[in-house]
């Protein structure tokens, strides 16, 4: 670390302690949830969206997803949700990346969605499995031009020797598949849909008592509903 990039007591701007932002946001009742956790994901994935529409939020799709592999090792990586519906939350990768090799291991993933303009957070807990090909190649169908040919070109989470290989690659498919033409949907690349087993929405508060209710799946299908002390 260089001398200027090191925190000091002479510069309170830069001291992570001194950060802090009072939430002045409406909280969240229990009375105002919907009944099914995803309903109440979309209604405030609309709010997130349209605060994005006006600037106040960047790629309100953005999520983390965390994996833990084999041994017991966490990972986390921003990823863009492409779907959601009742029946849980999409998004896709290169099958050979770290965190599907970790989901073959251990299929248990969290999401966290921060919409930090908002003051709300998106926790969800649950089981990642792999879509259908059908599904994969409507959706790798909708992409630009350039990302279908990355995901050819990126052999995702692999050591790579330099930018200017990554770029050979994928001025190679360029030339094989210039633009107009179908591209294949590479065979090792796919979505997940991860089925939700709990979902935490997380409302800021002021003097850090926070709302935070958590959807439960129960045993016959439907769901509970729980505050956790923030």
Known sequence: MRQDD??????????????????????????ELADHPMEQFAHWFRQAAKAAAQGAVYEPNAMVVSTVDAAG???SRTVLLKQFDERGFV????????????????AYVSL???????????????????????ETAAYFRTRPHGSQLGAWAS???????????????????????????????????????????????WQGRENRLHDRLRYVATPGGGWRVERLSP
Do not use: I
């Open 155 to 201: 052999t995702q989470s692999a050591v790579v020797s330099s930018r200017a290989e990554l770029d050979a690659a994928y001025a190679e498919l360029a030339a094989r598949y210039p633009e107009g033409e179908q591209v294949p949907v590479p065979p090792n690349w796919g979505g997940f849909r991860v089925e939700p087993q709990t979902v935490e929405f």
């Open 112 to 134: 966290l969605f921060p919409w930090h303009a908002l003051a709300r957070q998106v926790v969800v807990s649950g089981v990642a499995r792999r879509t259908g090909r059908d």
């Open 6 to 31: 090191r925190v000091t007591d002479h510069d309170p701007v830069l001291d992570p302690a001194l950060m802090r932002k009072q939430y002045r946001a409406e909280g969240l009742d229990e009375t």
């Open 91 to 106: 998004f896709y990768t290169n099958y050979a990346s770290r965190k599907a090799r970790d989901l073959a291991e251990n």
């Open 73 to 75: 090792l966490p990972s």
